[in-house]
């Protein structure tokens, strides 16, 4: 069974590959469609951890209705505003790519989302971190986190 230190030693792994200024592992809460940060790793804002993401707008939303990963980049800073990604607005990023996470009932609960200020992401780091990210949703799946 994977406990939260296991769970916190991927995420960095994860982090490290993609060379992203911030990950963030969140779950869905029952009965809000908002998802809550389980685990932020490079925040440089307090507020992130409290800001609750919807989970029926925006680039996460897509990821969790479609079951695809997302991209965004965006080209101007007002830009940000208009997406619907709380955590592009508080932690200035410029790049984001998210996964949805699996779970065992064949729904989406959850999303991982890596963020960089400046520079895209790397085709072959975002590949390497999307089979990282399958070994740990199968890791989720044998535990009761998405409960």
């Known amino acids: 069974m994977v406990n939260d230190e296991q769970i916190a030693v991927q995420l960095n792994r994860i982090k490290e590959i993609t060379k992203s200024d911030i990950l963030a592992f969140a779950l869905l809460e029952a009965g ?11 925040t440089e804002s ?14 996460t939303a897509q ?31 410029s790049h984001i790519y998210i996964w949805p996470i699996m779970y065992h009932d064949f729904r989406y609960r959850g999303v991982i989302i890596v963020g960089r200020k400046k520079e895209q992401f790397h085709k072959h780091s975002i590949e390497q ?6 070994e740990l949703e199968k890791q989720f799946n044998t535990s009761s986190l998405l409960i």
């Open 32 to 42: 809000t469609r908002k998802l809550s940060w389980r685990h932020l790793i490079g």
């Open 46 to 59: 307090l507020r992130t951890s409290k800001i609750k993401q919807s989970a029926t707008a925006g680039l």
């Open 63 to 93: 990821a969790l209705r479609t079951g695809k990963a997302q991209q965004l980049s965006i080209a101007k800073e007002e830009e940000r505003f208009c997406l619907g990604e709380a955590i592009m607005m508080t932690e200035n990023l």
């Open 129 to 134: 971190a999307s089979k990282y990210i399958l």
